[in-house]
């Protein structure tokens, strides 16, 4: 199974944490957004789309990737993110991007990460350590079960 994996992670490389280990467990290509290719994606079987979440949504930089993809025809998609509250409602935007993009969303991942935004720095963040060996021991699991969604 072909599997690429594009994501974005800029706050303190939580999200790259998390897409590492499910590159790792796939055999995946693993790249960062800026430097995805639009026109190379219809050669992967599989394709992860993932960040870290910024005012409830994916980081802008891969929804305005998403929004610049050709149509696809029947290709599976899943995401994932990293983000203080950990919550999979985060990834509405992205999931109705790729479907109007032709995807079909085979699962998704989430966890907390690390996060210093605004006030909370002076405090040392939120979820100092995530994620931490737990959280991707889940992501392990997560990619182990993508491979018999295929
Ligand atoms: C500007 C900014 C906005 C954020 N907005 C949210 C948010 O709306 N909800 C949330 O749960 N976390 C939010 N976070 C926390 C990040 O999603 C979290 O730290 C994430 O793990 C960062 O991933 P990264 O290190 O891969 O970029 C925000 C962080 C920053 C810096």
């Known amino acids: 199974m072909k599997t690429l994996i594009v994501y974005t992670s800029v706050h303190h490389q939580n999200t790259e944490k998390v ?4 590159a790792e467990e796939l055999g995946a ?15 992967y079987d599989l394709i992860g789309f993932g960040s870290g979440i910024y005012f409830m949504k994916h980081h802008k930089t891969l929804l305005q990737f998403v929004d610049l993809l050709p149509a696809m025809k029947e290709k599976r998609a899943f995401v994932f993110s990293t983000s203080g509250d950990g919550r999979k409602q985060h990834h ?8 109007n993009r032709g995807f079909s969303i085979v699962d998704e991942f989430t966890c907390r990460g690390w996060d210093t935004v605004g ?4 405090f040392g963040g939120i979820n100092k350590g995530r994620p931490d060996e737990k959280d991707l021991a889940e992501a392990r699991a997560f990619a182990q079960g993508l491979k018999n969604k295929m």
């Open 92 to 99: 509405a935007s992205l999931k109705e991007k790729l479907v």
């Open 19 to 22: 897409a590492k280990v499910m």
């Open 119 to 122: 006030p909370l720095k002076i």
């Open 29 to 43: 290509d693993l790249v960062p957004t800026e430097k995805a290719q639009p026109d190379t994606l219809a050669a």
